[in-house]
């Protein structure tokens, strides 16, 4: 092997992209809002991190690292009184900022503090971000940005691979043809959002028998939208459908031990009014579902077994390598401490990069 193609193998690798030691600084998923009552507290490990999290009187989710600053009792141990948390082994009591407002034995405060973490919660789920304060709004579904939206939980599974793998699954234009039978060929155009979105889309008209255009073939005529937009690397939304029903099936994953994957599939609709509104919601919701299921299934397999590697991509992969170029420009941490990594490429074009100029030539 010579010089060159060493450093172009070495190139290949990436600093972010499925790298299980880190994730892209953002919002993630934590626990479905109604698994969260007022009054509760409940312990989560959320990316090697341990946490606790709790729903106070006002109704408004907290979320505290997860050891007491006094003894480090777990605090998913204590008790939830009015908007703060007790800690159950000395009874200190934290507000919802994290700052000690009670210390019972010394009848005074201590000026220390816990470490609490932004959270908001959005189509059922509450959500957590992982930096201090939050630079993005929490994952949503472009078409629906300022639509108020009824959604319900899919499947929740796990995958031997990266949650990064498991996502380009939805622009790997190529596997469109061979596993899922589209009759059509497939090429996205790409848009990028902010630093932590994009946007892959294609347009597809006609095509004839594949089962997934046989499954919404009474409700199209003309034109199928696919769109796919990614948040933080981690977190998919895909839209597809006829020009007048989009179904919205967002994959929210995060990544666990090991570089595998958790995920838990959202279904997305928009509010409509009334009684009948909420029944075609529950219907279009249970059809969403369908849909997310044929995406989910015929991959199943490959997400077990694969060792990703992009040795010899073709055009057909070109949104994928934009995709690992996305994930690359992006903030990364580093898994269990969150801590800030530096992520970026030194000067120079890497081999993803040239890959990219070549095949737009
Ligand atoms: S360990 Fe929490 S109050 Fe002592
Ligand atoms: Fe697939």
Redesign the pocket.
Known sequence: MNVNSQSVNSNRHTKNFNNPERFIEGWYWAIPSHKLRVNQVKSLTLLGRELAIYRGKDGKAVTFDAY?P????HLAEGKVEDNALR?F????KFDADGSCVDVPCLGETLPIKLKTWPTAEKYGMIWIWTGKTPQQPLPFVPELADAECDAAFGARFVKNCHPNVVMINAIDAHHFNTVHNFPVDIVFERQEVNENAIIFSNTTRGGDNSLFLKLIRPFYKNAVTYSMCYWYGSTGTVTVGPDFLHFHIMFALRLLEGGKTEGQTILITQKRPGIHGWLLNRILLWLTNLVGNYFAKGDTRIFQTIKFDLKTPIKADLSILQFIQHVEKQKALAWGNWQLVMARWGDGETWREGKVREMND
Request: charge should be neutral; aromatic fraction near 20%; charged fraction near 0%.
């Open positions: 007491c006094h003894m480090g009792a800690c082994f000395h009874n200190w």
